[in-house]
């Protein structure tokens, strides 16, 4: 039986015709290849989008080959490979406008990148960062300033999950190691070997006409061009925000992590960095938004919940939707995806669209996710 997809192509073209969207593309990919795709508005199917955080996972599978390879330990600390690191310093708070430092009590390791523990932070989602960047003038990634990583510590290594910079950290762990950019290294070892050929961290002239726009979302609920955007230079391969790409290029990468690593990893390793490897921490009710106009506030799911090697995990059968173990995550221009080995399936959605977490696209990221499940059952054999 093949995969009816009438509901998700209504959904979507519903979503750009009540001006939830201007653009948006929905993808679904079992073990063997994608089963579904349509794009809506001012997506085609050709367009190419701004990853944002979805580059986070794909920094990270480069970083676990290395680990396969023996070239590099999880528990390493990460200034014996970048010595740099181990210049920062925790922001314990201000005393009057002058920031208050002072060495963290451990010292941060590859692990604590992957799994968000190592103490960073991003300006967007903590206060006492955004204001350290104010007082000091210091950058954020956003301008494309490689000096934006430097800055401090918001926690202990260790203490906390902290949403922040710690995949940019981690593409530069492979960057040394490797001896090429992060973009080098993912072209040779992930992109091309799973044919994502449109994936890059600097797009071509041809490739820029194909990027969908941002739009940012109005108080009164329409859509306006947004003044944010990434960088159009940066000085470093972002692992953490920087990749561009097709939602079919994206599908391939979801594909690979459900095919037991499909030849970019070994079948161990994709089991290993979907386990939870962040407990007894746990995450956060609430990630607090700094700025708004980037992201809202984003509460945790009532359900159990974990974080692996580069993703976060649902620990529950969610009934109608992902099975318990499914990793997921989401880019800050409103894109998300998952990844349910335990059905075999995986959903990819984006669009161009701030802030973060915006409530019509989250309605419309449900129905997508509901409606692929519906079909599941019909489809794609249980593993």
Not at 24 to 52: I, K, M, Q, S, Y
Not at 113 to 122: K, N, S, V
Not at 328 to 357: E, H
Request: aromatic share 8%.
């Amino acid at each position: 039986m093949a995969f009816d997809g009438s509901a998700i192509r209504a959904l979507l073209d519903g979503a750009v015709a009540k001006g939830a969207v201007h653009g948006v593309a929905a993808l679904v990919v079992d073990r063997n290849g994608a089963l579904f795709h349509h794009a809506a508005g001012e997506a085609r199917a050709d367009t190419l989008f701004r990853n944002a955080s979805m580059t986070k996972a794909v920094a990270t599978t480069a970083a676990l080959q290395l680990v396969e390879q023996g070239r590099l330990a999880l528990d390493a600390t990460v200034e014996s490979i970048l010595p740099e690191f181990g210049r920062l310093q925790v922001l314990e708070g201000f005393d009057g406008d002058t920031p208050r430092l002072r060495p963290p009590a451990s010292k941060s390791t590859v692990r604590q990148l992957m799994t968000h523990t190592a103490g960073l932070g991003y300006f967007f989602l903590n206060a006492k960062l955004l204001r350290y960047c104010e007082l000091t003038g210091e950058p954020t990634p956003l301008t494309g300033l490689k000096r934006s990583l430097s800055v401090p510590l918001v926690n202990d290594p260790g203490t906390a999950w902290e949403y922040g910079v710690n995949t940019d950290w981690l593409g530069l762990v492979v960057e040394k190691l490797s001896g090429q950019t992060l973009g080098d290294c993912l072209r040779r070892n992930v992109w091309g070997p799973l044919g994502m050929n449109d994936s890059t961290f600097a797009p071509s002239a041809e490739q820029r006409s194909r990027l969908l726009r941002v739009a940012q979302r109005q108080a009164d609920g329409s859509l306006a061009p947004s003044p944010y955007d990434l960088p159009p230079d940066s000085e470093w391969d972002a692992g953490g925000h920087g990749s561009y790409g097709t939602i079919q290029d994206y599908g391939r990468f979801v594909r690979a992590w459900l095919a037991d690593g499909s030849g970019i990893l070994q079948p161990a390793t994709v089991r290993m960095a979907l386990a939870d490897s962040l407990a007894p921490l746990k995450l956060p009710e609430l990630m607090k938004s700094t700025v708004p106009d980037l992201s809202n506030d984003v509460p945790a799911l009532p359900v159990p919940q974990g974080w692996g090697l580069g993703f976060h995990l649902t620990l529950a059968d969610l009934p109608g939707m992902r099975s318990n173990g499914t990793g997921d995550w989401a880019g800050v221009f409103n894109s998300y995806y998952w990844i349910d080995r335990t059905k075999g399936i995986g959903g990819v959605l984006m669009t161009q669209l701030l802030p973060f977490f915006d409530m019509r696209v989250i309605e419309t990221l449900l129905g997508f996710e509901m409606a692929v499940y519906q079909q599941v059952g019909a489809v794609v054999p249980a593993a």
